[in-house]
């Protein structure tokens, strides 16, 4: 009888780790938004959620890899899982750094931020709440969502030009930290299609043969 094999990810894994990544994202554009240093000591608290449960993915890896039923990676299910893990992980590393620049702000009492960065965030804010829906619910319509609103795509790209072209020529003493957070959204933003890609493969070129297919990039 064949051995019955596990993927190194578990879909109670990536699950929770979109939750916390989501959920980091919101608090670190909150936290420049409305400049207070409270949202900044929870996510102290979170991270310590975060590196507990990157401890239970290894030690899952090791347990599998023991007892010789790790499934060997190659799969499109495998390797959509894998995308969207190093997705979130640099989603929330750069969530993160966010809310390190916004506490800074807070710390040495500078301005709020602009309204651009204010809609930068916004925008971003929104991609990874509808890729976290597009994993809980295991439908392809909301990674769909992302990757077609090119109209949003480009208004996020000319946003984002213009205000790393305003902060690089102002010599405000907030600058490089509004600039940090300008580029920590931008890469949120290109993980956020990273996921949706993984989770809706071709979509573009078939998406008038299929309807609104499930999401089956995780193993059990």
């Known amino acids: 009888m064949e051995t019955l094999r596990h993927s190194y990810l578990s879909r109670s894994h990536l699950l929770t780790m979109a ?52 499934a060997v990676h190659g799969s499109q299910k495998a ?34 931020p602009s309204p651009q960065l204010r809609e930068l965030g916004h925008f971003v804010n929104s991609l990874v709440r509808l890729c976290t829906v597009a994993l809980f619910k295991k439908e392809v319509r909301y990674a769909k969502g992302v990757l077609l609103d090119h109209r949003g795509r480009h208004q996020f790209k000319m946003t984002l030009c213009r205000t790393l072209y305003d902060l690089i020529r102002t010599n405000e003493a907030q600058a490089p930290l509004e600039l940090a957070i300008a580029a920590a959204l931008e890469q949120i933003a290109e993980q956020a299609y990273e996921i949706a890609q993984a989770l809706a493969p071709k979509i573009l070129e078939h998406e008038n043969h299929h309807g609104a297919a499930c999401v089956t990039c995780f193993a059990a």
Request: charged share 25%.
């Open 19 to 70: 939750k916390f990544a989501q959920e980091t994202v919101d608090y670190s554009i909150k936290s420049y938004e409305l400049g207070t240093p409270e949202i900044h000591r929870l996510l102290g608290k979170h991270d310590q959620e975060w590196l507990n449960l990157n401890r239970s993915i290894a030690d899952r890896g090791r347990t599998l890899i023991a007892a010789g039923t790790l």
């Open 79 to 112: 390797d959509s899982a894998l995308r969207i893990f190093g997705a979130l992980h640099v989603t929330y590393r750069a969530a993160t750094e966010i809310a390190h620049s916004a506490a800074l702000m807070v710390e040495r009492e500078q301005r709020p």
